[in-house]
């Protein structure tokens, strides 16, 4: 890949389709609209599981480039995180827990590695799911399929001790990957929660569909497989019955999402509530942008409702 120095302050963002990101036309507007001058986005593509030395040469280019002030990293953030570690001079405590990069940014010329997804998600999940939801469910579960960076972030938000009694009566964690499934059992195992957790190895969708049939009315199903716009299809296969009253959550917002259309289907017959990733992609894009141009975003719903406004008009309308 052949790196141009930046002509004006920039964000880069490092995924694997950034260009049919909503946040390319998004991001203008919010600039302007947080009095960021001139600031812009420049996306940079990986495969999945790309080539650590890609990852080094992106990070090398980021940290010595004088107009580049950071990163938000998608998709990519533990396998950036594990490829650069050695590149960062200093790492939050998130990061560290979570060995995860989601935010790049720089301080009087040290590049700092964060990890804002605990935030972000807990920001979103609470918002989605009402204050109290788990105290008065009865005993709801959270089933997350996937157990990458941001299936991370979410499972420690729900799991804090501090958060009882408002938390899942159990978590269920799905993956593909054995590794996967190590990594988030061992960062549970230090968060020490006395939250009951169901790992699971999963080879098909068929084993997701299994796994959901046993879980409580009203819980919480995510989608953080990237399943649906990194790569197509759903965790789930069409025969899957989600449990009475259940939320489905994709933390995805734009792709095929055929996961939230298997939800949708189940709306009348279930009482299946379907929600797509964009309160997630707006906490997530503020809370980086506010990191890397050093200005204050306020999170509340006021703010959230204004930049949401901001986005969809700049988005076309919609997500």
Not at 110 to 117: G, S
Not at 200 to 219: I, K, Y
Not at 262 to 270: D, E, G, I, L, P
Request: glycine content about 10%; charged content about 20%.
């Amino acid at each position: 890949m052949t790196w141009q120095p930046c002509t004006r302050p920039t964000l880069h963002f490092i995924g694997v389709s950034t260009a049919q990101s909503s946040i390319m036309r998004v991001f203008p507007a919010w600039a302007r609209h947080l009095g960021l001058g001139d600031a812009g986005i420049h996306g940079i593509d990986f495969p999945l599981h790309a080539d650590p030395a890609a990852y080094r040469e992106a990070v090398t280019f980021i940290r010595n480039d004088p107009l580049s002030l950071g990163a938000l990293v998608t998709t990519h953030k533990i396998d950036l995180f594990a490829a650069c570690r050695d590149l960062f001079d200093e790492i939050d405590s998130f990061a560290a827990l979570m060995q995860e990069v989601s935010c790049l940014s720089k301080r009087d010329g040290r590049l700092i590695a964060q990890a804002k997804d605990p935030l972000t998600a807990g920001l979103a999940v609470d918002g989605l799911l009402g204050s109290g939801y788990w105290a008065r469910s009865g005993g709801a579960e959270a089933f997350v399929i996937g157990a990458g960076g941001s299936a991370i972030a979410l499972t420690w938000h729900l799991m804090r001790p501090e958060r009882a009694p408002d938390r899942p009566a159990r978590l269920v964690v799905s993956d593909r990957s054995e590794a996967r499934l190590k990594e988030i059992r061992h960062i549970h195992a230090r968060i020490g929660s006395p939250l009951p957790v169901d790992y699971h190895l999963v080879t098909d969708p068929a084993d997701n569909d299994a796994l959901l049939a046993g879980l409580r009315p009203g819980s919480l199903v995510v989608n953080a497989t990237g399943l649906g716009k990194d790569a197509p299809g759903s965790p789930l296969t069409d025969r899957a019955s989600f449990p009475e009253g259940a939320i489905a959550w994709d933390l995805n917002y734009r792709g095929d999402l055929i996961f939230l259309d298997q939800a949708r289907a189940q709306a009348a017959s279930r009482g299946v509530t379907a929600h797509d990733g964009w309160t997630y992609f707006i906490h997530g894009w503020t809370q980086v942008i506010a990191e890397v141009f050093a200005i204050p975003i306020d999170p509340g719903a006021e703010s959230l409702a204004a930049l949401t406004a901001i986005a969809r008009r700049a988005a076309g309308g919609g997500a």
